[in-house]
């Protein structure tokens, strides 16, 4: 694709990535679990909030810049954690990544990626984020947070809400593996994928580049829900916090906080940022969008954390309302996978770009010039 500018907006994106990305990995990143609802909850009551429009404010010097957890960044967004990157596109991760530092944002390293921590580290200057899961294996997850913290990781993410799998139907149906499956049905989709099989057939990464090696019972694994269910630790909770913060020496951050109490909870480990989260709508479905969720965490704890938001977002004025309800960021999942898809490193470079200039035009129609200004103001009651 040699020239993006023609791709407008993540809906562009989307279509594109379709085309590119082997069935079985554009599903997976799509899909949510069971029947969906949670997913298209995250989409509807976005949308349902209306900003509101102010008309006659000098908006000429505008800055869409602030911090995240310290770290100055152009636009108030960070990329989440993605299991699988490097299947939707050869060396998924480090293209990612850099894309983000080229835009001054962070990204966040899923532990289920494809290219390692030490992959990535190897390529890139500036510090990335590593999201963990806690296995059942703690020597196992301690060695995850020491390989983390030696290639200077900035930020660990812990992720809360996946300690059983939410099933999605459609990778079920799929067949969806890792390494792919070459069954002769995926193999036909896959060859009409011409720069997928460049990417990722040809490449050398095909599985779980931070696990590979290192845990048992992966070969044997006939899904990731298999895997999941007989590696990762059901019996998580907060004490499992305060042990992750004694062994991890940097930055904190709890993914996947919907409901106040819990919320309270996490302010108490001292973790530095909490995500309100309902995993993309990937996981208990039937919960509420995370918009919906947002306002009351951010009454009842959003003076005592950073607040961090993820869930739908798919534009710069659905940033601008997450701001407004009280989030001081964003994460993205899916905008940036379906750019990666597209397009490569240049795709995800430019989702971020189309969701900065959409928050820098909409930030200027409601009469704001700074982030700082963005408040529960800003939207239309
Ligand atoms: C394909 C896919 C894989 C994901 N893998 C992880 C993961 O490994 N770890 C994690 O904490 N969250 C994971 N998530 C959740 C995202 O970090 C994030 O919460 C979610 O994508 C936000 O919703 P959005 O995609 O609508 O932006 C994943 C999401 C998707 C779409």
């Known amino acids: 694709m040699s020239d993006l500018r023609s791709l407008t907006c993540i809906e562009d994106l989307r279509k594109l990535a379709q085309r590119r990305v082997p069935r079985a990995f554009f599903d997976y990143a799509e899909a949510g679990s069971y029947a969906e609802e949670t997913l298209r909850a995250n989409r509807n009551d976005m949308e349902a909030i209306n900003l509101r429009q102010r008309v006659l404010v ?17 636009v108030p967004i960070a990329l989440g954690p993605v299991a699988m990157t490097g299947l939707e596109r ?14 001054g944002i962070p990204f966040t390293m899923s532990t289920l990626s494809i290219c390692s921590i030490e992959d ?31 290639a200077k990781c900035s930020a660990l993410v812990l992720t809360v809400d996946l300690q059983v799998l939410g099933q999605r139907h459609i990778d079920i149906k799929n067949g969806l593996s890792v390494p792919p ?26 599985t779980f580049g931070n696990l590979d090696g290192h845990v048992k019972g992966m070969a044997g694994a006939r899904s990731l829900a ?5 590696q990762f630790d059901a019996t998580l909770n907060w004490k499992d916090v305060e042990w992750v913060k004694s062994i991890w020496p940097g930055k904190l951050v709890i993914k996947g906080i919907l409901d106040p109490n819990d919320a309270e909870l996490a302010v108490k480990t ?7 989260s309902n995993h993309g709508g990937r996981q ?26 993820d869930g739908g977002v798919r534009s710069g004025q659905d940033v601008l309302r997450a701001l407004a309800l009280g989030a001081r960021s964003c994460l993205i999942g899916r905008s ?11 795709g995800v470079k430019r989702a971020i770009e189309i969701i900065r200039s959409e928050l820098d035009v909409s930030m200027a129609l409601t009469g704001l010039r700074t982030i700082q200004e963005i408040t529960r103001d800003a939207l239309a009651h």
């Open 58 to 74: 000098d908006v000429s010097a505008r800055d869409t810049a602030t911090t995240i957890l310290g770290e100055k960044v152009s």
């Open 336 to 346: 940036y996978i379906f750019g990666l898809g597209a397009a490569g490193e240049a």
């Open 226 to 230: 298999q895997w999941v269910g007989t």
């Open 284 to 309: 208990l479905d039937g919960a509420p969008s995370s918009i919906s969720a947002l306002p009351k965490i951010a009454d009842a704890v959003g003076s005592e954390i950073e607040l961090m938001f």
């Open 120 to 150: 990535v580290a190897a390529v890139v200057k500036n510090p990335f984020w590593f999201q963990l899961y806690v296995m059942k294996d703690r020597g196992f997850v301690r060695s995850l947070i020491e390989r983390a913290a030696a």
């Open 90 to 103: 050869g060396d998924g991760e480090i293209l990612a990544c850099r894309a983000a530092h080229a835009a």
């Open 270 to 276: 001292g973790a530095d940022a909490l995500v309100v």
């Open 181 to 206: 499956s070459l069954k002769i049905k995926n193999l036909i989709n896959m060859v009409s994928k011409p720069r997928w099989v460049a990417g990722v057939l040809m490449g050398k990464r095909w």
